[in-house]
């Protein structure tokens, strides 16, 4: 019988290794999935590929898995972040699904003038991250970093990585993309309030960042993070 069930687990994965599940795994895969003790499960933990699994143990509180064979190994994405102001909760969930879905190796939530929110709840965040990963057939969950605020980040930033910064202000101006170069990228996102001039004035003045136009309409922040990880996918990343 072919493994369907996808679960995270943070645990070790390799031959013959043992996989306790916690009561809340234990709840959804006895409870909800109706499995039982010889079911096959799929297990991943962003490090070891994927694995299928038989059910060894299988109580209320808990279980246990034995890993049987790699199904996949680990395929890293792309060394690209997603820097996004937070928006309304449905909306932030979405992009961080999104952006696991379609390769971001790291997400930043990053506090910039305009940014509706000033809280995150990173833990939540990172629990979609992981949803994501399970039901895409990813064996990598990108890391959901705590939120940041913009000029902090802008401080300590690595050069060698360079900046896609999706500028409003260049909708009605068709600018070409000009994305080019090999090495570390990330996407840059404003709000729904747009980067402050200030905040475009400094994103202008770097060497490493290129502004980019995404069309002659002005799109949701979370349409624009889909929109700007399909072009970068497309141009720079994993999807050529
Ligand atoms: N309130 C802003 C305005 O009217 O100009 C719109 C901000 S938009 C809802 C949120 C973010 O999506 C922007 O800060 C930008 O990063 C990105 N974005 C949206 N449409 C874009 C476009 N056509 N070109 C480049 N970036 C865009």
Redesign the pocket.
Known sequence: MDAKIRLYVEHPLGAGQSVPLDRGQAHYLFGVMRQAIGGQVLLLNGQDGEWRARITEAGKRGGMLSCDEQTKPLQMPPDLWLCFAPIKKARTDFIVEKATEMGAARIVPMQTEFTNSGRIQRDRLQAHAVEAAEQCGGTYVPQVSEMIRFDRLLHDWDPDRQIMF??????ASGVAHGLEGTGPWAI????????SDVERKRLHGLAHATA??????????DT?AVAAMTIWQQTLGDWT
């Open positions: 999706c500028d409003e202000a260049l909708a840059f996102i404003g709000p729904e309030g747009g980067f980019v136009s995404l069309g002659p309409r002005i799109l949701r922040a624009a």
